[in-house]
């Protein structure tokens, strides 16, 4: 099954994502003191999500054609 790409569908997933993007940090910013084993934690996951989309993007672009100036 495959989704519509409307213009209401884009504005619906962006404004999911601002929202995650903007409400993600509410916990660190009213905690008093995090432990350094949960900042380890989420610089973890942060740096294997950068690392699987900088792949995605590198094989995605491995199966254009070159670009002929």
Known sequence: MALEVTLTTVF???LIT???TG????????S???DQKWLSIGAAI???LM???SHSLIQES???PPLVL
Do not use: F
């Open 23 to 30: 409400l993600g940090p509410l916990p660190l910013a009213i």
């Open 46 to 48: 942060a740096a294997g």
């Open 12 to 14: 619906i997933a962006a």
């Open 32 to 34: 008093k003191k995090i």
């Open 18 to 20: 601002a929202l995650t």
């Open 51 to 53: 690392l699987a989309a």
């Open 62 to 64: 491995w199966s254009r």
